[in-house]
């Protein structure tokens, strides 16, 4: 998984951001507070040592300052402080920072100067400890964050790796909190569709099974008719379809049978991609026997296949048969190109019941009861998804419809 799209990270990000935030919003909330103090101990200081000793002065009356607070008036004011303009500022005169107000009275200007104000050092401690408390307030947040997101993530986790391993029994069951209920309906979920999985494994196995003995019995019957009317073409002809036909669905319930196995339990081989599609053209020319249609295998570059070899040749037959069935007249071609598996053909194309169950969309109402309702291309499609291999539908240069069996890498070589 992603970092950036882990839910720890995501959980840990929003403590931060929250944390930021909070931070940000009581540190303008102190930065007002600190300077309304600075205003009240500092500012509000000099104006009330100037209207008690500016009226002194004018009085001629000793003006004595507590340490630290100087008053100067006229032409006794510091030469460094006399083109300040009135009110309160902070100036630094020889490296020294000095608090002053000037002001005027009737006698002239005046300043008063607070030569060793600690506040400064006061707003650097203060400022200090906002900046410390922030970093911390940070960490604390990273840290809860982190924590609450392993309390959050780690039951997940291990409830998809359970479903993921194809666990018996799910943990968190029991928890009475959102993760016991998410996992007692995934387990309940499972449940079913591992019943409806088995029934449909075990029926089309037991079905498979059931037909084989008397399709057997029919191609075998159906081959000594055969070698007993070689010379009646008249009864020869239906013996051999009784065969050909007992022969495919033999062929259908041995692929039932396959895909009713998981892949890992099939044996897999490897196979040259020119061969079986020659072999599958070659296998279906007595549907276009007599017929205004060719079925033809037109090369390509071939390529190597791993997979079950029973598969792989009905989902090119079953297409090669379609095409067949439901061209007219035409061309039927069979071709190799960039690892897929290509069968083109000159027909009117799919039927709209027969597109709609190809992409899996609900069947128009309209189309209901058509013919061709693209039962041996779900076939195909089942036969795909189970070896990892994709069918393309589209259509062919100069009309008709064009089928596409791509395999993956994994499972092509040159």
Same mark, same amino acid.
């Given at each position: 998984?992603?970092?950036a799209e882990?839910?720890?990270?995501?959980?840990s990000?929003?403590?931060?951001?929250?944390?930021?935030?909070?931070?940000?919003?009581?540190?303008?909330?102190?930065a007002?507070?600190v300077?309304?103090?600075?205003?009240?101990?500092?500012d509000?200081?000099?104006?009330?040592?100037?209207?008690?000793?500016?009226p002194r002065y004018?009085?001629?009356?000793?003006?004595e300052?507590?340490?630290?607070?100087?008053?100067?008036?006229?032409?006794?004011?510091?030469?460094?402080?006399?083109?300040?303009?009135?009110?309160?500022?902070e100036?630094?005169?020889?490296?020294?920072?000095?608090?002053?107000?000037?002001?005027?009275?009737?006698?002239?200007?005046?300043?008063v100067?607070?030569h060793?104000?600690?506040?400064?050092?006061?707003?650097?401690?203060?400022?200090?400890?906002?900046?410390?408390?922030?970093l911390?307030f940070?960490?604390?947040?990273?840290?809860?964050?982190?924590?609450?997101g392993n309390?959050?993530?780690?039951?997940i986790?291990?409830?998809?790796?359970? *479903?993921? +391993? %194809?666990a018996?029994? $799910?943990?968190?069951?029991?928890?009475a =909190?959102e993760?016991?209920?998410?996992? @007692?309906?995934?387990?309940?979920?499972?449940?079913?569709?591992?019943?409806v999985?088995?029934?449909?494994?075990?029926?089309?196995?037991?079905?498979?099974h059931?037909?084989r003995?008397?399709?057997?019995?029919?191609?075998?019957?159906?081959?000594v008719?055969?070698?007993?009317?070689?010379?009646?073409?008249?009864?020869?002809?239906?013996?051999e379809?009784i065969?050909?036909a007992?022969?495919?669905a033999?062929?259908?319930?041995?692929?039932?049978?396959?895909?009713a196995?998981?892949p890992?339990?099939?044996e897999?081989?490897?196979?040259?991609?020119?061969?079986l599609?020659?072999?599958?053209?070659?296998?279906?020319?007595s549907l *276009?026997? +007599? %017929?205004?249609?060719? $079925?033809?295998?037109?090369?390509?570059? =071939?390529?190597?296949?791993?997979?079950? @070899?029973?598969?792989v040749?009905?989902?090119?037959?079953?297409?090669v048969?379609?095409?067949c069935?439901?061209?007219?007249?035409g061309?039927?071609?069979?071709?190799?190109?960039?690892?897929?598996?290509i069968?083109?053909?000159?027909?009117?194309?799919?039927?709209?019941?027969a597109?709609?169950?190809l992409?899996?969309e609900?069947?128009p109402?309209?189309?209901?009861?058509?013919?061709g309702?693209?039962?041996g291309?779900?076939?195909?499609?089942?036969?795909?998804?189970?070896?990892?291999a994709?069918l393309?539908l589209?259509?062919?240069?100069?009309?008709?419809?064009?089928?596409?069996?791509?395999?993956?890498?994994?499972?092509?070589r040159?």
């Amino acid at each position: 998984m992603n970092k950036a799209e882990s839910m720890r990270r995501r959980i840990s990000v929003a403590y931060l951001k929250f944390a930021a935030v909070a931070t940000l919003f009581f540190a303008v909330i102190a930065a007002v507070a600190v300077e309304g103090i600075e205003v009240r101990l500092v500012d509000e200081r000099l104006e009330e040592v100037a209207s008690w000793a500016s009226p002194r002065y004018a009085g001629r009356l000793p003006v004595e300052m507590p340490a630290g607070i100087s008053f100067h008036h006229g032409e006794g004011i510091p030469r460094s402080l006399r083109a300040l303009p009135d009110g309160v500022q902070e100036v630094t005169v020889d490296g020294v920072d000095l608090h002053v107000l000037k002001g005027r009275d009737s006698l002239g200007p005046f300043v008063v100067v607070d030569h060793d104000s600690d506040y400064e050092q006061i707003e650097l401690v203060v400022y200090s400890m906002f900046g410390v408390a922030f970093l911390g307030f940070l960490a604390c947040s990273l840290m809860l964050g982190r924590y609450v997101g392993n309390q959050v993530v780690n039951p997940i986790v291990e409830l998809a790796e359970a *479903v993921d +391993g %194809r666990a018996a029994q $799910l943990p968190l069951q029991e928890r009475a =909190d959102e993760l016991g209920l998410l996992a @007692r309906t995934i387990a309940g979920h499972t449940g079913e569709l591992r019943q409806v999985l088995d029934r449909e494994r075990f029926f089309t196995g037991d079905v498979s099974h059931e037909l084989r003995t008397p399709l057997t019995v029919i191609a075998g019957a159906a081959e000594v008719l055969m070698a007993q009317t070689e010379r009646e073409p008249a009864l020869y002809a239906p013996a051999e379809r009784i065969y050909r036909a007992a022969r495919e669905a033999t062929d259908v319930t041995s692929m039932l049978l396959r895909l009713a196995r998981a892949p890992a339990q099939l044996e897999w081989a490897h196979m040259s991609a020119a061969a079986l599609a020659h072999a599958e053209v070659a296998r279906y020319q007595s549907l *276009v026997t +007599g %017929r205004p249609l060719a $079925l033809r295998y037109v090369g390509g570059d =071939d390529f190597a296949i791993d997979g079950v @070899r029973e598969l792989v040749l009905a989902a090119i037959g079953n297409l090669v048969r379609n095409a067949c069935q439901y061209t007219e007249a035409g061309v039927v071609e069979v071709s190799l190109a960039g690892r897929a598996v290509i069968v083109e053909d000159t027909g009117p194309g799919l039927p709209p019941a027969a597109r709609a169950r190809l992409h899996n969309e609900p069947i128009p109402a309209d189309a209901r009861g058509s013919s061709g309702t693209g039962l041996g291309l779900g076939l195909v499609q089942r036969i795909c998804a189970h070896l990892g291999a994709t069918l393309v539908l589209g259509s062919r240069a100069g009309g008709g419809t064009r089928f596409e069996i791509h395999f993956p890498d994994g499972l092509t070589r040159p």
